[in-house]
């Protein structure tokens, strides 16, 4: 139980850092950058899971490291992402703001019940829903690039 925890505080300690430094890894990246490697990491994330859910299921090193790799992206790109998806209707920023954290939150409760029904004890179920949700940010992210616009990196 105790590595468990240790796991689990490295995923959430990693994340957190990332997510208090997110403005200044995107005052030097830009938000564009930002936006395009946090979303490569998440796909990379969710592969790395897959082969670690394949072929070393039980190793919970390899799972925190992925998981650690999914958060980091995660960090990186979702500040930049909402900040901007309010800007696709400036004139009803509150409605989007809530309709989009509505939507946000169906989904997370969309995936945590594909999961739990696929679910059958191994790691390899639980790395098919992450790859999914992985695929889905993807092609969603690069969707909304085409939208809106990017700061550059500032010099």
């Known amino acids: ?16 850092m990332f997510s208090m430094y ?3 890894i995107t005052s030097y990246l830009g938000e564009k950058t930002c936006v395009v490697y946090g979303t490569i990491l998440l796909f990379f994330a969710g592969v790395f899971g897959l082969l670690v859910g394949l072929l070393f299921p039980k190793s919970p090193f390899l799972t925190t490291s992925f998981m650690t790799i999914y958060s ?6 979702y500040p930049i992402i909402f900040t901007k998806s309010l800007d696709i209707f400036p004139e009803i920023r509150g409605t989007a703001s809530s309709t989009i954290m509505a939507s946000r939150s169906l989904l997370c409760a969309l995936f945590i019940a594909f999961t739990s029904y696929i679910y059958n004890g191994t790691l390899l179920n639980i790395s098919l829903g992450l790859l ?5 940010t993807v092609f969603f992210t690069f969707r909304l690039l085409k939208l809106i616009g990017f700061a550059t990196k500032k010099n």
């Open 1 to 16: 139980i105790m590595y468990y925890a240790i796991n689990q505080g490295i995923i959430i300690a990693i994340f957190s």
């Open 132 to 136: 999914l949700s992985s695929l889905l």
């Open 72 to 77: 980091i992206g995660a960090a990186i790109t």
């Open 22 to 24: 997110s403005g200044r």
